[in-house]
């Protein structure tokens, strides 16, 4: 099992691969959650979050009594995967992307690392942006792209207006993604760059976003001003169809 993830996410992102390559087919029976214990040497809690987030994904439906059987192979989630600057416009804002440092080449850090799937101490596209909401800072980015989108792309980065696109031109368009929403304080340089006080509040979203074939290729971090930006979910119950 891959080291530096969770249990759950090692087992998890191994059966969703097994679900969207076909190995494991729509209608088929997982194995039971004692025989993933066993398979995986790990313990029944994450063998359950980890059947709880595939079933989230609409990939399995979960009987109790049966067990977990193959329900799609395609992805759902309660938002589609865009960008958060289409996600803006579309809206009805004006969105400006301002590039607050140049896109470079650094040593990544080890989460990055991981989360990208590179050696402890790898180099990863480095890009540090803003987004002006109707004139105003709304946004601040910290991204990290995985050095196989291509060599001597700096300026390009620095250049385009949607990452998305620019990731798809190079036949790295995300297809899917996974993130982590949470409010917290704004360091003073932080603040400085939104016009606001040190101490702030804002929500943050932590994206890391995949391929089709399920390559890593993106881990951002989203600083938004809590006072001009706010996420809508659709939620649902499985088991209601």
């Known amino acids: 099992m891959r080291t530096g993830s969770p249990l759950y996410a090692t087992l998890r992102d191994d059966l969703q691969r097994q679900i969207t390559s076909g190995r494991l087919v729509v209608g088929s029976w997982l194995p039971s959650e004692a025989e993933l214990q066993r398979q995986y040497g790990i313990s029944q809690s994450p063998v359950r979050r980890a059947l709880r987030d595939l079933e989230q994904l609409g990939l399995i439906s979960r009987h109790q009594g049966r067990g977990s059987v193959v ?27 301002v590039s607050l440092e140049p896109a470079r080449l650094e040593t990544a850090p080890d989460h990055v690392c991981r989360e990208l799937e590179l050696a402890e101490g790898s180099v990863a596209y480095r890009l540090h942006r803003m987004f002006l909401v109707d004139g105003e800072p709304c946004v601040v980015f910290i991204h990290f792209l995985s050095p196989a989108i291509g060599e001597g792309l700096g300026d390009d980065l620095d250049r385009a207006s949607s990452l998305y696109q620019f990731l798809s031109s190079r036949g790295f368009g995300p297809t899917g993604a996974r993130e982590t929403i949470s409010a917290g304080a704004l360091t003073g340089a932080q603040a400085a760059e939104l016009d606001l006080a040190a101490g702030s509040v804002a929500l943050i979203r932590h994206r890391v976003a995949f391929t089709a074939d399920w390559t890593p290729v993106e881990s951002t971090t989203y600083w938004a001003r809590a006072d001009r930006y706010s996420m809508n979910l659709d939620i649902h119950d499985p088991s209601q169809g």
């Not at 329900?71 to 992307?97: D, F, Q, W």
């Open 71 to 97: 329900r799609s192979r395609e992805l759902s989630a309660a938002n589609r995967m865009i960008g958060l600057g289409t996600e803006l416009r579309e809206r009805g804002h004006v969105v400006e992307t």
